[in-house]
């Protein structure tokens, strides 16, 4: 009985150093995936924009400078953040709204942006570079598309458990938002299962002919 006892107590113990060990191994995997993910800025987006300063060197240089500045503190924000696994969701907005300014530099009046936010508290952490991505599909798919202004939506609502997130924009054809659901947001769906363990945080819906994208995020502070 004693040897039994010895025996089954150095099995269990190997068994839970090995369960720790893959623990640790899959919470390593994870974050290398995530951080992988959150290090995908759209290339194409910074072609753009360089081609666009390029552009306004000669036409306008105020302009010019000024999309440079803007780049530069985008580019700066989205390195910097995506070392962390949460930033508070007011970093999260302005660098959005950076990016609003330098697509707008480039689209003009065919971009209009607007935000309807309910209060919510400074403290309210999200992921980083979480919601660029939407706001990016918007332009993919809805200004590059038409000739015409895009409403750009960008709402918050405040819950006390929760906090719901959405974007969305107008479009001309629907055989068009078939493809609507592409690298940017299927990146955002797979960093929101791996943050939270949830599959269910990311609902796409369209009416109206608006396409709307919403994030139901844990109130994380």
């Not at 078939?178 to 949830?198: F, M, Q, S």
């Amino acid at each position: 009985m004693a040897i039994f006892s010895m025996t089954l107590t150095s099995f269990y113990e190997d068994y839970a150093i090995k369960m720790k060990s893959e623990a640790e191994l899959i919470n390593e995997l994870t974050k290398a995936q995530l951080n992988s993910l959150k290090l995908q800025i759209n290339p194409h987006f910074i072609f753009n924009s360089l081609n666009s300063v390029s552009a306004l060197t000669a036409l306008d240089p105020g302009r010019a400078k000024s999309m440079i500045i803007l780049l530069a503190d985008y580019i700066r924000f989205s390195l910097t953040a995506g070392k962390n696994d949460f930033v508070s969701l007011n970093d999260e907005i302005e660098n959005v709204r950076k990016y609003i300014e330098i697509e707008s530099i480039r689209f003009g009046s065919r971009i209009n942006y607007n935000e309807f936010f309910e209060p919510f508290s400074s403290d309210f952490k999200v992921p980083p570079l979480i919601i660029q991505p939407l706001i990016e599909n918007c332009i993919k798919h809805g200004v590059e598309n038409t000739s015409e202004t895009v409403n750009i939506n960008f709402r918050i609502k405040n819950y006390s458990d929760m906090i719901l997130i959405s974007i969305e924009n107008n479009y001309e054809d629907f055989t068009k938002m078939k493809k609507k659901d592409g690298v940017g947001l299927k990146n955002v769906k797979e960093r929101l299962k791996l943050h939270y363990n949830n599959v269910n945080l990311v609902k796409i819906s369209e009416y109206n002919n608006l396409f709307v994208v919403e994030l139901t995020l844990p109130a994380l502070q």
